[in-house]
């Protein structure tokens, strides 16, 4: 995929009068010499599996290696058995999906990695969850994540999507963006209403420290993820009534590579500061590696 | 730097619960045991840094049983390995500030012993074989070979590759002496034929060749 920044991909969309998805299933199809058809059945396979990850751990409350994480979407469906939740059902429906699959994947569950298996809860959830409640078909799941795909390689040009070299705003922080763009799409966002959820969902998550206790994708990743996942949806609802980041996606995307540079080591998944040396993760650590 | 497509960002579809220590220790495996590529009865993984601290809470060990057995990152399998398992296998956990934070030796049937690192978001790379240094991600089909150090071989197994009409998008060699035993490897645009493979056996001094599938 031969576009590196944002602007390029809205020059690229113009150019070929084409939405985002489009553009980018033409380049995915050409680089790889297959036809169209051929990636977007690729990404309905991921589709799939993402909903099998939800529907699985909907039903598990098993815990992670660690015998510490893993019943906390089960706890989530108890109070919605009898409570309603304060924005309605479909933000039930959101946080649900995002625990369900990212306790699947610390109790070793097939998940897909969105854009890394810390953060792939969040991407999912919004997508499927919305989709089930205004009746979206199957092609406009596979638009959705093409574009969610998209932003995330664009923004991996200048930002390596791993915690080490860029904290968990490299991480959870990129798939909110990924997901903030691909929601606004959903939702009949144009182009600058889609690159406008992604800017101000990254600009608010600038600076996140990647510091998990004992080492492990657990704490503070889960709930991590629900959370973020509602920032996307807050993002895109901003972005679709016009309201536009100050500062364009490109630079905010500089913005985000120059505070990982500047982040302490020690905050970078190298569990060596944050919370993962407070005095319970220190004893928790003691407890669990001995 | 390759640019990153579709499919780098939204995958792999893979057993969590961590892309380097999890996904990552998978493809470490499948690439030794492509490398290998001969029956392996008993293995011994020895872990640095931090896959040997925090591996466990990871499934790492797991992970890099698993691969050598040929389970795919996306095998559920891979939970419950240790109960399946029908090899040999022994786990060491050290320390070596000089390695990389997630990397493994991997000795199989005591005569082979390939190094790797898991370098973030489910990438790899081999570092060394027997001791010789290399470098390979999986992304490419690739042919290995170990010969004695002499001119013209080079020319001669790069012959038998451009004459099935391969392209070679890398190549690098190394070796122990002037003389000594030296190691080739080629990353290929397309997987060559099993003929490539028997006609580069037969070339006089090559010791040991393999091809290495890239991975999936």
Partial sequence: MNILTFEELVNECNTRNKLIHEVIQDIEASDNDINVDEVRQKVKIHIETMKSTIKIGMTSSEKAISNWCGDDCEKLQVRYSHHRALFGKLF???????????????????????????????????IIAVSEDYNYDEDTQINALITAGAIGAIISNKVQLAGAVAGCQAECGVAAAMCAGALTQMLGGDISQILNAVA????????????????LVEVPC??????????????????????????????????????GQLMSPMLKESSLAGLATTKTALELKEKIFG | MKQKGLFDVISPIMIGPSS????????????ARAIYNNSINCVEFTLYNSFAQTGKGHGTDKGLLAGILGHRVDDVKTKNI????????????????????????????NEMMISGDSIGAGEIKITSINGFSVNLAGQYHTILLMYKDKPGMISQVSKIIQDKSINIASFHCDR????????MYFALDAEPVDSIINDIKRIDDVYFVTKVRKLD
């Fill in chain 1, 222 to 259: 889960v709930k991590r993820n629900p959370i973020l996942a509602i920032h996307a949806v807050t993002s895109s609802e901003l972005a679709l009534a016009g309201i536009e980041s100050k500062i364009p996606l490109d630079e905010v995307i500089d913005a985000v590579r120059q505070t």
């Fill in chain 2, 20 to 31: 380097s220590h999890t996904a990552g220790a998978i493809r470490l495996g499948l690439m």
């Fill in chain 1, 92 to 126: 039930e429906k959101i946080i649900t999906y995002s625990l369900a699959t990212i306790e699947e994947n610390l109790r070793m569950g097939k998940v897909v990695a969105c854009p890394t298996a810390g953060s792939c809860g969040i991407v999912p959830a919004v």
């Fill in chain 2, 82 to 109: 240790f109960s399946i398992a029908d090899i040999e296998y022994v786990f060491n956990y050290k320390e070596d500030l000089s390695r990389h934070p997630n990397s493994v030796d991997i000795k199989i049937n």
């Fill in chain 1, 200 to 215: 101000l969902a990254m600009k608010n998550l600038l600076g996140l420290t990647c510091d998990p206790v004992c080492g």
């Fill in chain 2, 176 to 183: 122990d002496g002037k003389g000594g035993t030296a190691s």
